[in-house]
């Protein structure tokens, strides 16, 4: 009875040390879940100006207990830092107040902006605290204007209310995701909405000119609102969201910087990789603008294959992820064409000159059984060719190659070819033969050969299935 009662003992304290251990297991997991996921709050912005003072209150929330990287507003004055209901002072991690540690749902930043500008316009901008890693979901401005009883505000806001009182006039603006830079000028501006997400703003004595929006609006999907200022009053200005223009600006300047915007507002490029960009314009406005090398690009695609399927590149590329690389590009242009590339990741350097497009069939290639990794069958012009020198060392043949001469010597046991690449003879083990048509051509620093000449030449059969192409000799 004794042993019985110990065994029964042992099975439940088991049982519960086992169930100890699995808990704090799966805690220990899932919160590494939630730490993984990016952390989202809303804001809420009350800004009164008056003095020629911005006093400004940003309340941002829900967050969690944790450090976070700051971003500053230039130029800001008398902050006052408070987390909490109980308004308890900021934790600065280190002495340039780079990172703050937030023991609280909640945290506040009042502080003063002076006015810079004159009395016609100005422009707020990098005016607000940024957290990371954190993103707003939500935004609210509430704007108090007492300095001045005459003007406009315009931001690209989701939607904007406007109460005018005798003394004061109030603006709310609110955002889905993070706010953006407010605009003011002196002189009454109109607004027209073009559609859910683009708005003109212009001088009544301004004619706005004739844009072709259905360009653009047929590839993309819906981006964040953006707000077009035709102005004389303040300088050309270029900010995320909020474009400042010339009343003078052409319809085709002004598509392009809206096109432009876009793009920066929904794919983000790898640096050096961003004039690229302008290859996505010029698909979009159907004409080649941007640097000598995109249009060069965009050119070379449009003669190449045509409008349709550069659309279908464009509308995937908005619809995928929204980090961009020249490699990326290639493979999107793959996957909507079915034909395989390597034209972006081949002119990614925009100093080096440009290499013409030319596509290769996506399927594997295979010689004498065994496939050869980078060697593909390409199309230009046309015609069908192969990467000679990856071709030769594939049949086995040891390779010389002569720059001078511009000749290449294959040889294989006793057998030797000698082939001149600029010309229509070749040598076969001392004997000399003619060809209709010179079989090559040279792309940068490789050479091709047309893929009929292969079969000639080198006397190999080539036999195609869906998902492979196989030679033998």
């Not at 603006?173 to 605009?183: D, I, V």
Request: aromatic content about 14%; charged content about 25%; proline content about 3%.
């Amino acid at each position: 009875m004794f042993r019985k009662s110990v065994v029964k003992y042992l099975i439940f304290f088991l049982f519960i040390f086992i169930g100890s251990i699995l808990y704090f297991q799966w805690h220990g997991y899932s919160s590494g879940q939630k730490k993984q996921e990016v952390e989202k709050a809303s804001q809420t912005i009350t800004i009164e100006h008056n003095n020629r003072t911005f006093y400004i209150k940003q309340v941002i929330h829900p967050l969690s207990s944790g450090t976070y990287s700051i971003e500053w507003p230039s130029g800001l004055e008398n902050l006052k830092c408070i987390v909490g209901e109980k308004q308890q002072k900021c934790i600065w991690e280190n002495e340039n107040k780079s990172k703050l540690k937030v023991n609280s749902d909640r945290i506040t930043f009042q502080y003063e902006l002076k006015e810079n500008g004159n009395q016609v316009a100005f422009l707020l901008k990098d005016w607000f605290f940024k957290l990371s890693p954190l993103k707003i979901a939500d935004s609210k401005i509430n704007l108090i204007e007492k300095q001045y009883k005459h003007g406009n505000w315009v931001t690209s806001s989701n939607n904007t209310t406007i109460k005018q009182k005798k003394w004061i006039n109030y603006f709310v603006f609110t955002y889905k995701g993070q706010a953006t830079n407010l605009y003011w000028q002196n002189n009454e501006l109109v607004g027209e909405k073009l559609n859910d997400w683009l708005t003109i703003y212009h001088q009544k004595a301004i004619n706005l000119p004739s844009i072709n929006m259905s360009l653009i609006e047929n590839l993309i999907k819906k981006p964040n609102p953006i707000a077009v200022i035709m102005t004389n009053s303040y300088p050309q200005t270029l900010l995320p969201s909020i474009l400042i223009l010339n009343p003078n600006a052409s319809p085709q300047e002004i598509e392009e910087r809206i096109s432009r915007e876009i793009i920066k507002l929904t794919l983000t490029f790898k640096t050096k990789e961003e004039w690229m960009s302008d290859i996505i314009v010029s698909a979009q406005l159907k004409r080649a603008v941007g640097s000598n090398k995109a249009k060069k690009m965009y050119e070379n695609l449009t003669a190449t294959i045509g409008e349709e399927k550069l659309n279908r590149w464009v509308e995937k590329i908005f619809s995928d992820t929204p980090t961009m690389t020249s490699e990326k590009l290639d493979q999107i242009f793959e996957k909507t064409t079915g034909y395989g590339t390597t034209f972006f990741s081949d002119n990614h350097i925009y100093e080096l000159p440009m290499k013409p497009f030319i596509t290769f069939d996506p399927r594997s290639i295979s010689v004498n059984g065994k496939e050869v990794s980078g060697l593909h069958l390409y199309s230009y012009q046309d015609k069908k060719y192969l990467s000679f020198l990856k071709l030769a060392k594939a049949l086995g043949y040891e390779i010389k190659n002569n720059e001078q001469e511009q000749s290449i010597i294959l040889t294989s046991g006793e057998n030797q070819f000698h082939f001149y690449l600029q010309g229509k003879t070749f040598t076969f083990n001392g004997d000399k033969y003619g060809l209709l048509t010179n079989p090559f051509f040279k792309l940068i620093q490789d050479y091709f050969i047309d893929i009929n000449w292969v079969k000639q030449i080198f006397n190999t059969k080539i036999s195609e299935t869906n998902k492979e192409i196989q030679i033998f000799d």
